[in-house]
């Protein structure tokens, strides 16, 4: 059982570039999530999933787009990456109907560098 | 912006002591739960404490909840190496998200 599966872990990217980083979890989730981490600054919201076929923003949507591919996977693309992107990037999944509890489950992060 | 914010921001304690942390929050919450962090790693859920309840053990975890302050806390005990960790607070307000702290970073010496 793999949980959450982030790929790829760590990308160096140029100012400019896109890319999409995948997360899947085989939890039979009904919600996704994605987080950027920045030093002191603990986890930040950029969008989320509360089901499939649905995504909203968080706190720091900007400069970033998301796909519910399908209830597994929910990936996120930068479509011109930015220095202010360089983070680290965490997906989440939770199943909010049960017992009301949203205790979300992580993946390992992909470390992203934009230079 | 963060709803949850962790005091102190970095806690350095010897094996076998206790470890305390706390947490304040600005809005209702449906729960609050506590999560480890250790270096290069993703969050790991440690607890959940719901907003009707007071205190709740898990192993050597201890949480408290008083909704009136708007604060938790989160004690260890008898604390070991394998505890060297960052920890976050994160509140449930049953809107499909959780908002984290900044986190309290904790080193326990051997």
């Known amino acids: 059982n793999a949980g959450v599966t982030q790929t790829p872990k760590f990308q160096v990217l140029k100012t400019g570039q896109s890319m999409t980083l995948q997360c899947a979890q085989d939890m039979n989730h009904n919600s996704m999530y994605w987080y950027r981490q920045d030093p002191g600054m603990g986890l930040r919201l950029i969008y989320y999933s509360a089901s499939e076929g649905t995504t909203d923003k968080g706190e720091v949507p900007n400069g970033y787009n998301v796909s519910r591919l399908n209830k597994r996977e929910f990936s996120l693309r930068l479509e011109s990456a930015a220095p202010s992107q360089t983070s680290v990037y965490f997906c989440?999944?939770?199943?909010?109907?049960?017992?009301?509890?949203?205790?979300?489950?992580f993946g390992a992060g992909t470390r992203l560098s934009v230079l | 912006s963060q709803q949850g914010e962790e005091d102190p921001q970095a806690l350095s304690i010897q094996e076998g002591e206790n470890a305390t942390m706390n947490c304040s929050y600005k809005t209702s919450i449906n729960n609050l739960q506590w999560y480890r962090q250790n270096s290069g790693r993703g969050l790991v859920h440690l607890i959940l404490i719901r907003s009707n309840e007071r205190e709740k053990h898990s192993g050597r975890l201890r949480v408290t909840l008083d909704t009136s302050k708007k604060s938790s806390s989160l004690l260890i005990t008898a604390s070991r190496a394998a505890d060297t960790a960052s920890y976050f607070c994160?509140?449930?307000?049953?809107?499909?998200?959780?908002?984290f702290g900044a986190g309290t970073t904790v080193t326990v010496r051997a």
């Open positions: 994160a509140t449930d307000a049953n809107d499909y998200k959780l908002s």
């Open positions: 989440a999944s939770s199943d909010p109907s049960a017992g009301g509890q949203n205790i979300q489950y």
